[in-house]
């Protein structure tokens, strides 16, 4: 089960995408965040999932300095085999970190 799970967190890295969140309201413009994502890293708390087991993974978003990423960011999770087991697809993020909860089959 440990290659699975390995191949899914790498899924999981490249199917992340970012959005940046910007726009104005009552008479004042808002200021667009142009700081992009640097590094992500995957953290689970159980390094090893067996069927029909669950672990959290949390992401962690880092800009170019090295630190967490302040900035409104989606985070989307796949599974890119859904036999492997499921995820809960996005999570919104101002912190830099994101988690979600990755389900086996």
Do not use: H, W
């Not at 999981?12 to 940046?20: D, K, M, R, S």
């Not at 989606?74 to 389900?103: E, H, K, M, R, Y």
């Amino acid at each position: 089960m440990t290659n699975l799970f390995r191949y899914a967190l790498i899924i999981f890295a490249l199917g992340f995408f970012g959005c940046g969140s910007g726009g104005g309201g009552g008479g004042s413009a808002t200021p667009v965040t142009t700081e992009t994502v640097s590094a992500i890293e995957l953290l689970a708390v159980a390094p090893v999932v067996g069927t029909n087991e669950a672990t959290e993974i949390t992401v962690r978003l880092y800009n170019a300095s090295g630190q967490l990423f302040s900035g409104q960011k989606t985070v989307i999770f796949a599974v890119d085999n859904p036999a492997l087991g499921s995820i809960q697809s996005s999570v919104s993020t101002a912190t830099g970190l994101a988690t979600a909860i990755f389900t086996s089959t």
